[in-house]
């Protein structure tokens, strides 16, 4: 049986700050990126989805919009996905090394650390969601890596 997706996309105004960040934290849970404001989703997921969106009041502010996907471009839809989450681990990897070696207090490093451990924790999560996002583990995997050797270098253990 062929996997149904749908598209969420939105446009959030700018003076509603903390929705945006309530409303793209269950997003970044439940859907994978496309691009910065669109996303694809299991079609099944797409009630709960909806639900919890009008719980937040995300419809009353936001233009947003949850539509199905054609079921013919789906090996498409899944690609876009599967490069943009390497382009986010690339990106992460990338500020990773750049953040750690600006911050000279160990402790704001751990802070630091920790905080994008949780990001990438969600990532992994998200990943056990969509079957085919499988092919960008051993990204994720060397994102992992980085932060587990990071928090490593930092508590004094050699890497």
């Not at 749908?6 to 849970?29: C, E, Q, T, W």
Request: aromatic share 12%; hydrophobic share 35%.
């Amino acid at each position: 049986m062929n996997k149904e997706y749908g598209l969420l996309y939105y446009d959030m105004p700018s003076g509603n700050i903390n929705l945006y960040y309530k409303m793209k934290r269950f997003i970044d849970k439940t859907c994978l990126p496309v691009n910065l404001s669109v996303y694809i989703f299991d079609w099944g997921l797409k009630d709960t989805i909806e639900y919890k969106l009008k719980s937040m009041g995300v419809f009353n502010v936001a233009c947003i919009s949850l539509v199905k996907f054609d079921n013919t471009s789906n090996t498409k839809l899944e690609d876009l996905a599967n490069k943009q989450l390497e382009s986010i681990f690339s990106a992460l990897k990338g500020r990773i090394h750049k953040s750690v070696s600006k911050i000279q207090d160990i402790e704001k490093r751990k802070d630091y650390l920790t905080r994008t451990a949780r990001k990438v924790k969600g990532y992994e999560q998200l990943l056990t969601i969509y079957e085919f996002t499988k092919r960008v583990e051993p990204s994720l995997n060397i994102l992992k890596k980085l932060l587990s050797d990071e928090w490593n270098i930092c508590i004094g253990k050699v890497v």
